[in-house]
């Protein structure tokens, strides 16, 4: 099993920033990509940001230029450093990790850009 953990969620201000962390934990082994999904109520889960074991991203083009996905050289913890947030980034924030064919999903954090 393995478990992401996620934090760094928050309310703030159009313009401003968050970081998000995940860390994967458990029984795992070997080169597995994570990043986030987000989902506004309603809405379909979107896709915002992923790394790879070898670190390539991608991300959703609509965050191009303001947030960034890195990870820790040990692939067991990621961030999703989010700036200029705009609130249309308002949603909860889905960490997750894939190993093979299993994906493995975070808590959630909410996200909330408000004026």
């Known amino acids: 099993q393995v478990h992401m953990v996620e934090s760094g969620g928050g309310l703030v201000q159009p313009g401003g920033s968050l970081r998000l962390s995940c860390e994967a934990s458990?029984?795992?082994?070997?080169?597995?990509?994570m990043g986030w999904y987000r989902q506004v109520p309603g809405q379909v889960y979107e896709l915002v940001a992923k790394?790879?074991?070898?670190?390539?991203?991608n991300y959703k083009d609509s965050v191009k230029g303001r947030f960034t996905i890195s990870r820790e050289e040990h692939k067991n913890m990621a961030y999703l450093q989010m700036n200029d947030l705009q609130p249309e980034d308002t949603a909860v924030y889905y960490c997750f990790g894939n190993v093979g064919n299993r994906d493995y999903w975070g808590q959630g954090t909410q996200v909330t850009v408000s004026s």
């Open positions: 458990g029984i795992f082994f070997g080169i597995f990509s």
């Open positions: 790394i790879t074991g070898d670190s390539r991203t």
